[in-house]
């Protein structure tokens, strides 16, 4: 059985699918905890299921790099297979990515490469696109420019805010993510070869 510790900064439904989706026997990966950066409303979800959470204040330390050691420190004490950034909101620092690396992945609601960073939504809105994606990447040293694991096109329709963009690429996006998370747990997907062929 996978273990996986999934991280998140605010409304957790894409963990609240994933939870969901572990919960089914059959599953075969478990969410062993849950961490964020803040009080993340999604701590609710993690806490209907029984399942532990920890809080590592981005505010609380100095330097990312300071917090990041803390984060690390939390994650060691679970021992998971597999990270899951889940709207985790922060840049991770290099010790904490390469510490992980490659058993660490990310979701994002952009068809990557295209509009990284925080705002993928807002910046393909801005950008005219007619159309975008959800993808779920190894987490690397750069803005959401690891190796694309599993990725989808979302088209921009007449009329799109960002809040109904984000809302139609997210059920892409908890697909995705299930998936991928179901074959890394599998061995259908490695995450060590993934992460080598993206660096031939
Ligand atoms: C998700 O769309 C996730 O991909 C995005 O935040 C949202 C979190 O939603 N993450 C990023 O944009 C990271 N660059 P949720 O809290 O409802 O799951």
């Given at each position: 059985?996978?273990?996986v510790?999934?991280?998140i ?20 990966a ?17 806490e209907?299921y029984?399942?532990p ?19 690390g420190?939390?994650?060691s004490?679970?021992?998971p297979d ?8 922060r ?6 990515v ?7 992945v ?6 990557l ?5 925080a705002?993928g939504v807002r ?8 159309q ?5 990447i ?8 690891g ?16 809040h109904?963009?984000?809302?139609r690429?997210k059920?892409?996006e908890?697909?995705l993510?299930?998936d991928?998370v179901?074959?890394v747990a ?8 993934a992460s080598?062929?993206a660096?031939?």
């Amino acid at each position: 059985m996978l273990t996986v510790a999934v991280l998140i900064s605010g409304t957790g439904s894409n963990l609240r699918a994933l939870l969901d989706a572990a919960a089914d026997p059959e599953f075969p990966a478990r969410i062993v905890v849950v961490g964020a950066d803040r009080e993340a409303e999604g701590f609710a979800h993690a806490e209907e299921y029984g399942i532990p959470t920890f809080m590592v204040p981005f505010a609380r330390f100095d330097t990312r790099e300071e917090w990041g050691a803390e984060l690390g420190e939390q994650l060691s004490v679970w021992q998971p297979d597999l990270v899951v950034l889940s709207g985790l909101m922060r840049l991770l620092p290099a010790g904490l990515v390469d510490a992980w690396s490659p058993r660490i992945v990310n979701t994002h609601p952009a068809y990557l490469p295209e509009f990284p960073g925080a705002h993928g939504v807002r910046d393909a809105l801005a950008a005219g696109a007619a159309q975008t994606g959800a993808s779920v990447i190894i987490v690397d040293n750069g803005v959401d420019s690891g190796p694309i694991l599993a990725q989808e096109r979302v088209p921009v329709l007449p009329g799109d805010d960002e809040h109904a963009l984000h809302e139609r690429i997210k059920p892409v996006e908890r697909r995705l993510l299930i998936d991928v998370v179901r074959r890394v747990a599998t061995g259908d997907l490695d995450l060590a070869a993934a992460s080598a062929d993206a660096q031939l």
